[in-house]
């Protein structure tokens, strides 16, 4: 009889020497401050008669948008100046580190998700409690854990938060996609065409995404963010995703973008439960499904989790959903014996 080919494991760990470049370079990103958007461009002096001379950042947010000058100080201005060249020396460095990291098969986020994210950075979004979830938060868990698995990409930039955000002052979540110049539009949002929007989306067909989401019982129910002068969308056990996240970082375009995101035993967890809940999207759901146990592997594997610890915080609704897809586990995790042990026992001690 032939023999059946054996399943692949779903994750392989990166040598030292990457991981190594990969936490030196969040490192030096979380102690930047703010993060220059687009290419790290140069400086520019350019004259203005009868007023003297300036300096400019010139950049391109995008290859195919207009280059930006951007004002940066008078000739004079010499702190000013120099400072703005260790900004974009900084810039230039870590867009190198990330071009390598890409290409050894770290997981990074196109240049799009990159002007986003940095301007949610920027103003002060993540500091102030948003979380950074879906697929992204799934890529920087990988990253953060030295694991290479199957590149993964999405259109979605899907942003959460359970409490209201801690800003001194409200922050408009539209003029911060606008700022972007992405020529983001509001689309509908919730259960009614009527209702307010909770997304942006880039025109075409293809066009990037952005969700604004929070904790809920009732699935697209829309509520009102104060702070953001915006509205999220509910998702069920929200709460529970959203509970004690971490910090984390993003490698997108030529940045490293550090964010929130859920702890990952919470977000593999919830992932499974969602890959139950896309009954009209079998391809979302099957992604969620091999998400979910890409990082229970690696967890279990690389990081030691008591996998039925973790399970003792799960809501009875995700662990249902967890016995549910057990089956399919089983055949994703054929490489991760240990893995699949833990969690069979973990579903049957929970429930």
Not at 83 to 101: C, F, G, N, T
Request: hydrophobic share 40%; net charge positive; aromatic share 6%.
């Amino acid at each position: 009889m032939p023999r059946t080919k054996a399943a692949r494991p779903l994750y392989a760990a990166f040598e030292g020497p990457v991981s190594t470049l990969y936490a030196e370079l969040v490192e030096r990103a979380r102690s930047e401050g703010q993060l220059l958007p687009g290419t790290p461009g140069s400086l520019a002096l350019r004259e203005r008669p009868g007023s003297g001379a300036y300096w400019y950042r010139r950049y391109y947010p995008l290859p195919k948008l207009p280059q930006v000058d951007s004002f940066v100080c008078t000739q004079n201005e010499h702190a000013a100046h120099d400072a703005m060249r260790k900004r974009i020396d900084a810039a230039a460095w870590s867009q190198e580190q990330v071009r390598m990291l890409r290409t050894l098969g770290m997981q990074v986020a196109d240049k799009d998700a990159a002007l986003v994210l940095v301007e949610m950075h920027n103003r002060g979004l993540f500091a102030a409690g948003l979380v950074l979830v879906g697929t992204l938060a799934y890529m920087a868990w990988l990253n953060e854990f030295g694991v290479h698995a199957v590149s993964s990409r999405t259109q979605d930039i899907d942003l959460a938060r359970r409490h209201a955000l801690k800003l001194a002052t409200p922050v408009s979540f539209m003029e911060a996609v606008q700022a972007t110049r992405l020529g983001f539009i509001p689309v509908p949002g919730g259960l009614s065409p009527s209702a307010p929007s909770t997304s942006v989306k880039r025109p075409g067909r293809e066009g990037l995404r952005v969700d604004i989401l929070t904790s809920g019982t009732e699935l697209g129910r829309v509520i009102h963010l104060p702070e953001l002068d915006w509205h999220a969308q509910a998702i069920p056990c929200f709460d529970y995703l959203l509970t004690s996240p971490r910090q984390a970082a993003m490698l997108a375009g030529g940045h490293c973008v550090p964010v929130n995101a859920p702890a990952p035993e919470r977000l593999a967890w919830h992932k499974l439960y969602s890959s139950t809940r896309r009954a009209n999207d079998t391809a979302k759901a099957e992604k969620d499904l091999r998400q979910a146990a890409t990082l229970l592997a690696v967890l279990v594997e690389r990081d030691n989790l008591d996998l039925s610890s973790s399970a003792k915080a799960v809501p009875t609704e995700v662990l249902g959903a967890a016995r549910q897809r057990l089956p399919a586990l089983q055949s994703l995790l054929e490489p991760h014996p240990q893995a699949l042990d833990e969690i069979q026992r973990a579903v049957h001690e929970a429930t």
